[in-house]
């Protein structure tokens, strides 16, 4: 019955395609929004992680993005503010043989759901988050969000930005998450690749997205998405391989101490430079800060990814013990143990 089981999944996996994931409802997103490429690319990567369509669940909060339930012909759940985290928590809790999926944004994810964020990520509990960074609260109309820029003018700082912005993967690395990325909404090779790497990972992972929000705080990522100045301006982090960058890849990366610094390959060879090792947390740390000063490539890729047990687990291990200590419990024995009474029919006990 077993084999013929496994042999029934491994059929419905080889016809599952990303057709298969695309729901009944109009895509209502402005034209041009980066939600596209991560609704696409989640699409195309799923049939491709050797899962069965039941078993995937998509969890959103309130955004632009948290419309992705409503796109994606799996389970789903929108939540409310902040929450998403919060939900997809339980449901894995609750259904450990699901692959959950929350869909947030930098506001959602990093404003009133940030305690939500940085608790999921300390507990380990097996979610994939993909925070859509726009920098701008893009559904409300454009206040500033946790990410938006110090100076930056909005609807709510018509003044400039005074405060200090989030770096979502130093949050994210603070908070002892176990696999840490970044991507962009414009590249979908790299995009798909970091969402089958977060799919493999047991344990929280979180990608932080740039993505452009067109009308609010349209190319505010351009920088390092457009072909003429995005191979100067950023440096892909890949397990085992040196740091080389540029256009002509004719720059690379070194430590001086613990800080990073740019060289030219003409005066280096690739041997000289620093090998990124998505193992060691204090490297996380340090390629994490390295573009806060001019000059410095924005990093893209995997910055952390290491094994700790998991909240399920350890949630498992646990009622496995108290069952094998003291026996299966029964509801009812104890819903009547102690002081109980009947209601009667006029209210009177």
């Not at 947030?104 to 507990?123: E, P, Q, V, W």
């Not at 908070?175 to 840490?180: D, I, L, M, R, W």
């Not at 690379?252 to 090792?277: A, T």
Request: aromatic share 8%; charged share 25%; proline share 4%.
């Amino acid at each position: 019955m077993k084999e013929e089981q496994n042999a029934e999944l491994q059929e419905q996996l080889k016809t599952f395609t990303a057709k298969d994931l695309a729901s009944d409802q109009d895509v209502r997103w402005c034209p041009g929004c980066g939600d596209y490429a991560m609704l696409s690319q989640l699409q195309r990567a799923l049939p491709e992680v050797g899962i069965a369509k039941e078993d995937i669940a998509i969890v959103a909060g309130i955004g632009c993005s948290s419309r992705f339930p409503y796109y994606m012909s799996t389970y789903g759940f929108h939540g409310i503010h902040g929450r998403a985290v919060a939900i997809a928590s339980g449901l894995k809790s609750g259904h450990p043989k699901l692959s959950v999926w929350v869909a947030t944004g930098d506001g959602d994810c990093l404003s009133i759901g940030g305690n939500h964020f940085i608790h999921a990520l300390r507990r380990n509990i097996d979610i994939n988050i993909m925070m859509f960074n726009n920098q701008i609260y893009a559904l409300t109309k454009g206040q500033y969000s946790p990410t938006s820029q110090h100076g930056q003018k909005t609807k709510t700082s018509p003044q400039g930005v005074i405060d200090h912005p989030f770096n979502p993967v130093l949050i994210a690395l603070g908070a002892e998450g176990t696999f840490v990325s970044r991507s962009m909404d414009r590249d979908p090779k790299h995009l798909k690749e970091m969402m089958l790497r977060m799919a493999a990972h047991k344990g929280t992972s979180f990608i932080d997205v740039l993505q452009n929000c067109v009308i609010f705080n349209d190319k505010t990522f351009d920088l390092y998405t457009n072909k003429e100045t995005r191979g100067d301006n950023t440096i892909l982090l890949e397990h085992g391989k040196p740091l080389v960058f540029g256009k002509e890849r004719d720059k690379g990366i070194r430590l001086d101490g613990f800080k990073p610094k740019v060289v030219s390959m003409s005066d280096y060879s690739e041997s000289d430079l620093l090998v990124h090792d998505e193992k060691s947390k204090e490297l996380a740390f340090i390629l994490a800060h390295m573009n806060d000063q001019p000059g410095y490539p924005m990093p893209l890729g995997v910055f952390l990814d290491i094994k700790r047990t998991t909240y399920e687990d350890e949630l498992d291990r646990q009622v496995a013990e108290a069952i094998e200590k003291k026996g299966k419990g029964d509801l009812d024995e104890l819903l009547l143990d102690g002081q109980t009474w009947e209601i009667g029919d006029n209210g009177n006990d």
